[in-house]
């Protein structure tokens, strides 16, 4: 959920007018609209200039439901109708330098009117775009509890817990007066087992994250709160015959007073740090902490260059990059731009690049791909200033230096994006008024997402508003996803996905040298993945092959029984041995009802390394950015080009290092200011390296990059 954030760091004249002009258009969109957003209650009419001042009491109306209910029967609708409905609400503007924010404590939410109509709900399937009264498509309701039924107050975000020992799934919900624990283990009959209180007062925001089966808890605009620090092998000993009739409250195991609030926190559960963030400390950057010893957190460092951090996620980077493996780096959602630092050393944290995209009004959230090379993020202001529907941004961080800004999928609803988690090849959206959204990935690196499946948690609208779907957990083995709910409770939903299998790679890359008047076939090995447990077999084809070119593969047929991944070799004989680039496809063969997929593998053929390309003069991208773009006269059969950017015209002191495959290059990467630089291209294939290029240069100046002309 969002707050309006100062950044704690020297803000440039165009950042200035573009603060000034969203407030301008924060104020007019508050005068306009008919809808005005808030955390609990959609309203229909904007609350008057005075809602805005301290201790001030308006009113205002909502509607009945909306057209979605209206085509339901009067007999599956449990909620309130009626032409009208008029609420009282209270705002405070607390002056804490945080920025504005309605004060959630002082609000009547539209879930707490209706909370007592709530029942709860076990193993209903979806059947003709419907399970009860929320709208679905090929995910099936286990069980709703309301949050009535799981301790009592409104909930915020989740995470989840399977014991090591047992087995047992169980879901962490947090609630705005501490933090409710589910067993979800039979999930349409899951069990309510007790509550942590919060360490200090309530909270409309609260996040945890598990590591070495303790749960780690923060809340934000809670003064004193801390980190606690819970045991969770404490809920093994609850035994069946627990019920709700009988729940615990918990006390906490250990608690770290080294912060009062944070909005968020991250676990490397590799390493054992953890990373507190939008807090009061650290300039509400990256607090970092040892938390190897779960019983003691101790304070491992701060990262501060860029201000208010929404999120992150922190990992031992395994990704493309190969010039930093193996160190913990951390991908920030930092509101005005997506930054990643290295956080190996904890004393030296170190920005390694930001990129940021035209539109972006809030980066809220968002998580790495499995391969590491793109970062799907969440934008949680663009849907209302945007004027658009629900939007994912998809960045390239392939190369980790400049990673890049590659397509937005734009959903057919208008609510808000929230919470994002990508586990195998789908991403679980949670987007608040319509619930959980189910995005199928495989064709990331072509910038396209497709829905696969939903489950709305919110029947009453769609509309641009803060209210219902929080979080969606989609990490358990048995495959139930859970799904936390401001308005509701917690939902527990079974996605009933299309078996199939897809390919590693969208688009291969294969370089070979012809130098050879009889050149070996060549081998080129092809990857699979296995989804929504298929278990046939599957073969493999080409089409649109070169003649006189033929393609065998080994195995040519894979048996996918209790498999999640396989390869088979494609080799290729008899190639066209004219230096050239070709382009044909490869596809999937199955049995039965499982999907089919195809991927297309361009065949580099070269009889000699690459000649010298010839560099054009550099071009500032008009976009408020220190953003520069490459461009070279491209040489004939390249595979790919080495690009260096270094301080000195030796090249002893190389700044920037990456490989693209076409003869441009677009640099987000921060330099130093009025300082000159030097850049080569090298083209290479599969007979090697090619003739590097002569030396260009360009100097950068106080706020941009100013190119000078080549030598």
């Known amino acids: 959920m969002i707050k309006l954030m100062k950044k704690h760091q020297p803000i440039s004249p165009i950042v200035w007018l573009l603060l000034v002009g969203s407030t301008l258009s924060l104020a007019l969109y508050f005068m306009t609209q008919s809808t005005f957003a808030h955390e609990f209650q959609p309203l229909t009419a904007p609350p008057s200039a005075a809602c805005y001042v301290a201790a001030t009491t308006c009113e205002t109306t909502r509607p009945p439901s909306a057209a ?22 209270a705002t405070s503007r607390p002056l804490d330098g945080k920025g504005w924010l309605p004060h959630p404590d002082l609000l009547v939410s539209d879930g707490e009117i209706r909370a007592a109509n709530r029942r ?12 009860d009264i929320f709208p679905c498509a090929q995910v099936d309701l286990l069980a709703f509890l309301p949050y009535t039924e799981i301790g ?21 919900v947090g609630a705005r007066d501490g933090t409710a624990f589910v067993d979800i283990s ?17 909270s409309t925001w609260r996040d945890m994250k598990v590591y070495h089966d303790h749960a780690f808890i923060v809340a934000d605009r809670n ?55 939008g807090g009061e400390t650290c300039e509400s950057g990256l607090h970092m902490l040892n938390i190897q010893d779960v019983n003691l957190p101790t304070d491992a460092g701060c990262y501060t260059a860029d201000g208010y951090i929404h999120d992150t996620q922190c990992i031992i980077y395994r990704g493309p990059d190969q010039a930093y493996q193996g160190r913990e780096l951390c991908f920030n959602s930092s509101i005005e731009e997506l930054s990643i630092v290295d956080v190996t050393d904890k004393t030296k944290p170190t920005r390694i690049s930001t990129v940021a995209v035209e539109g972006n009004y809030y980066m809220h959230q968002g998580w790495l791909t499995p391969d590491e090379r793109y970062f799907l993020l969440d934008d949680e202001m663009d849907e209302w200033f945007g004027n658009h529907n629900a939007r994912t941004y998809i960045f390239d961080v392939s190369d980790l230096d400049a990673p890049r800004f590659v397509n937005a999928y734009t959903g057919q609803l208008p609510s808000v994006d929230h919470n994002l988690y990508i586990s195998g090849t789908y991403a679980y959206e949670a987007n608040y008024t319509t619930g959980l959204r189910i995005l199928d990935i495989k064709n990331v690196a072509q910038g396209q997402l497709a829905e696969a499946g939903f489950f709305d948690t919110y029947p009453e609208n769609d509309e641009a508003v803060m209210t219902s779907a929080w979080t969606a957990f989609p990490f358990y083995k048995s495959g139930v996803v859970a799904i936390s709910t401001l308005d509701r409770g917690l939902f527990l939903v079974k996605p009933r996905l299309r078996p199939d299998v897809i390919f590693a790679n969208r688009t291969l890359e294969a ?7 009889s050149p070996e076939p060549f081998a080129i090995p092809i990857d699979l993945l296995v989804r929504n447990r298929y278990s046939g077999t599957v073969g493999l084809r080409t089409s649109q092959l070169p003649p006189p070119t033929t393609a065998t593969f080994s195995p040519a047929q894979l048996n996918m029984q209790a498999r999640t991944h396989a390869t088979s070799t494609l080799t290729i004989a008899d190639a066209a041995v004219n230096s050239n680039a070709y382009t044909f496809t490869v596809e999937t063969v199955g049995e039965g009802d499982v999907g089919l997929d195809r991927t297309t593998v361009n065949l ?16 500032i991208i008009a976009d408020g950015l220190a953003t520069i773009h490459f461009t070279w006269s491209g040489a004939t059969h390249v595979a790919d080009y080495l690009v260096e950017i270094a301080a000195d015209a030796d090249f002893t002191a190389i700044v920037h290092t990456t490989i693209v495959s076409r003869a441009t290059l677009t640099l987000s990467t921060p330099l130093a200011y009025n300082q000159r630089y030097y850049w080569r291209v090298q083209p290479r294939n599969g007979c090697g390296a090619g003739e590097t290029s002569a030396i260009g240069q360009f100097r950068t100046a106080f706020a941009l990059f100013l190119p000078v002309i080549q030598q």
């Open 604 to 619: 580099h053929l070269a009889s000699a390394p690459g000649a010298a390309p010839t560099l054009q003069e550099p071009q």
């Open 511 to 517: 370089a070979f040298c012809t130098a050879d008047p």
């Open 120 to 131: 709860a709900l076990f193993d209903i399937p979806c059947v003709n775009g419907f399970a």
């Open 68 to 89: 979605k209910l209206s085509a339901m029967t009067a007999g599956q609708n449990d909620l309130t109708h009626g032409t009208s409905l008029t609420e009282t609400l």
């Open 186 to 202: 039979t999930p349409t009959a899951p069990r309510y087992l007790g509550k942590l209180p919060t360490h200090a007062t309530r």
């Open 223 to 277: 003064r004193r709160h801390g980190m606690q620090v819970f045991d969770l092998t404490q809920l093994r000993a609850l035994t069946t015959t627990s019920t709700i009739t009988n729940p615990r409250l918990f006390s906490e195991t250990a608690h770290y007073d080294g912060f009062s609030d944070a909005h968020n926190i991250a676990i490397n559960e590799e390493t054992g740090y953890a990373y507190a963030v």
């Open 152 to 172: 009592g107050d409104t909930n915020n975000t989740m995470w989840g817990w399977t014991d090591p020992v047992t087995g047992q799934e169980y879901a962490l």
